[in-house]
């Protein structure tokens, strides 16, 4: 069950298979909306994502949001690693 606030609320299921049953029970990936970044944030050690969306957004739960403005990062964890201290991050509108 999705919460009606979710970001994949939208999302389509796997399609069932011709005998009817499920290829796989989830969401196919989400797409991604328009998160155009408008900040610039320099990384700094002991930056986290949650930590950015709470001082940006003032909700932590948005950290999404900049992952999806940062779409060469395949996890946003890696944004935030140690080898990327002093490189730039964007940080989007809360809604475009």
Not at 44 to 58: C, E, I, V
């Amino acid at each position: 069950m999705l919460l009606k606030k979710s970001r994949y609320k939208n999302t389509a299921l796997f399609q069932t298979q011709d005998d009817g049953s499920d290829t796989f029970p989830g969401l196919r990936a989400r797409e991604m909306g328009s998160a155009i970044g408008v900040i610039e944030h320099e990384i700094q050690t002991g930056n986290r994502l949650d930590l950015l969306a709470r001082h940006y957004y003032n909700d932590d739960r948005l950290w999404w949001r900049i992952a999806d403005a940062n779409p060469t990062f395949l996890f946003a964890g890696d944004m935030l690693d140690e080898t990327m201290q002093g490189s730039i991050l964007l940080i989007p509108k809360l809604k475009e």
